[in-house]
């Protein structure tokens, strides 16, 4: 099977399992790598304690046996590099498309395969689904069964009212103490200001910060040929308008409103990693990985 097709965001979403979607993701872009990009994370040896029963039987430390005669187990401290915290915007404007997949699907399954991959190298992940509140939060775990609680609350994603993002972060960066990997996915559609701000109480606690910065392609180009009705999807409000007398104005406006997050981003040592949903998700996966990989482990 050619799992490399499953990069695709346009075939990825035609499937209807969450946990398949992740995994094919995932092995689709191990294929194009020259070699896996899991690496065996070590696990310390913490401290012993009396056997009891129903403990597995090699947890047992024989050679304390051999001097004691008593069973004592092994008790390990797994050493997880990177505790991470995927952070996934749930608005209703995450839920508007030009193509076969909204934003909100396209997070949703971003999310998931990174989730996936986290996993799989034993890191430690978190969730958070936010919208104008914090509609889900699932503190981070490393074990691979907390991928089923991961992709099972991902699964259940509905936009909901209009973002509200900035007073989300300050929250979430207030709750988090201990170090760790922040990842926002989100459309960003709300004062960049104010989101700056959020992203930097981040920063400020010691955090490393992604940011991907998911848009339709419409959204940057305004593409449309005819007299359209353009209706905000978090407030209702509507508009008539030719697209061709402003499509230009339109345009350079989304361009100042993507290059102020790149600029303030870069200035604050933040990665910034702008996705079309008509793009490969190969492409998220790599600019992880290169950050995972600058963070050490």
Known sequence: MDKAKYLTPSIISKLDNLSLKARLVVEGFIVGQHKSPYHGFSVEFSQH??????????????????????Y????????????????????????????DITKLEYAQILGAA??????????????????????????????SSHLNILLN????????????????????????????????ISD??????EIISGIKHFRHKGHEVVIFHILDP????????????????????????????????????????CDYYSDQCRKNRIDYIKLLTNQPLDLALT??????RRIGG
Not at 50 to 67: N, P, S, T, V
Not at 220 to 237: K, Y
Not at 287 to 292: F, H, V
Request: aromatic letters at 10%.
């Open 49 to 70: 304690r009396a056997y009891d029963q129903g403990d597995e039987i090699r947890h047992i430390d024989w050679k304390l046996f051999g001097k004691t005669d008593r």
């Open 287 to 292: 600019e992880y990985l290169i950050k995972r």
């Open 153 to 184: 609350q991902m699964s259940k994603i509905n936009p909901g009212p209009e973002t509200d993002i900035a007073p989300i972060l300050h929250r979430t960066a207030e709750t988090i103490n201990k170090r760790g990997l922040i990842i926002l």
């Open 114 to 143: 990174l989730a996936y991959l986290m996993l799989k190298q034993q890191d430690a992940v978190g969730l958070s689904l936010f919208d104008s509140e914090i509609r889900a939060y699932i503190p981070p775990r490393s074990k």
């Open 188 to 193: 960003l559609f709300d004062d960049p200001d």
């Open 218 to 257: 419409q959204e940057l180009t305004l593409d449309f040929s005819e007299r359209t009705l353009f209706r905000d999807m978090e407030t209702g409000e509507e508009i008539i308008t030719e697209p061709i007398h402003i499509k230009k104005d339109y345009q350079r406006n989304m361009e100042s409103f």
């Open 72 to 99: 004592y187990i092994k008790q390990y401290e797994e050493e997880t590099n990177l505790r991470s915290y995927l952070l996934i915007d749930q608005s209703k404007s995450m839920n508007f498309t030009s193509t």
